[in-house]
């Protein structure tokens, strides 16, 4: 069975301060990979996805993911973080051996003080 | 509606007791999915329906959770004679045929205590 670990389960920037959340998985076969967030009060939404192609995906409100397999990483990033970005991140994985199966990760907290 | 309704939004339980919680997808969504989120931790999948039928309810924790969508529009997800470990946050996800699996549009999710 997949698992998807995220190491950070809560993190702390001051605004303009570069983000990066880690994200890795477990399984060798071919992946779907996503990211979502849920700001607070709010529903789960989908921030970014990558399918295949370019390894490096954008997403919205200025986050990018890359993808690296090599490494089983789908490590998410912002160049400068606002406020309004506090939520909760999370990130799932869709491998070709689970069908509609979306496996998700922990979760990191993340905290932007204004 | 404009996006994905679960009810009730807080549901608080005697163990022991039977709950059912609601799910409306977005319209003309034929994929539905229940995840169970525990306090501090990610999303689990329970199961999956396309259309009216379940095509997959690996995810079901035991034979006290029971889910149906029997004209492929709303969904409900019954557990019964509930118990402490039942205590989380159960989230109704859709997406229409046309997405790539693991594209969902969530609801607010069914906040369920058991005590």
């Known amino acids: 069975a997949q698992s998807v670990s995220q190491h950070n389960h809560h993190v702390i920037l001051s605004e303009a301060a570069s983000l990066e959340l880690g994200c890795n998985y477990s399984?060798?076969?071919?992946?779907?990979l996503f990211w979502y967030v849920q700001y607070p009060g709010q529903h789960l939404q989908l921030l970014l996805k990558?399918?295949?192609?370019?390894?490096l995906v954008k997403g919205i409100k200025g986050f990018e993911a890359e993808f690296i397999k090599s490494k089983f990483s789908f490590n998410l990033r912002k160049p400068s973080v606002q406020w309004s970005d506090t939520a909760e991140y999370f990130c799932?994985?869709?491998?070709?051996?689970?069908?509609?199966?979306?496996?998700f990760g922990g979760g990191t907290r993340l905290m932007v003080k204004p | 509606g404009a996006g994905v309704s679960q009810s009730p939004r807080y549901k608080v339980a005697k163990r022991g007791q039977d709950v059912a919680l609601r799910c409306d997808p977005i319209?003309?969504?034929?994929?539905l999915f229940w995840y169970q989120q525990a306090l501090g931790q990610g999303p689990e999948f329970l199961t999956y329906?396309?259309?009216?039928?379940?095509?997959?309810k690996s995810g079901l924790p035991s034979d006290r959770f029971f889910a149906e969508r029997p004209e492929g529009s709303v969904s409900t997800l019954k557990i019964q004679r509930t118990q402490q470990e039942d205590s989380a946050v159960y989230l109704c996800?859709?997406?229409?045929?046309?997405?790539?699996?693991?594209?969902?549009?969530f609801g607010e999710g069914s906040r369920l205590t058991v005590l």
């Open positions: 799932a994985v869709n491998a070709d051996n689970a069908g509609n199966m979306l496996t």
């Open positions: 319209s003309g969504h034929v994929s």
């Open positions: 990558y399918f295949s192609g370019d390894p």
């Open positions: 329906f396309q259309n009216e039928a379940q095509l997959d």
């Open positions: 399984y060798g076969g071919t992946v779907n």
């Open positions: 996800a859709s997406r229409t045929s046309g997405s790539r699996a693991g594209e969902l549009f």
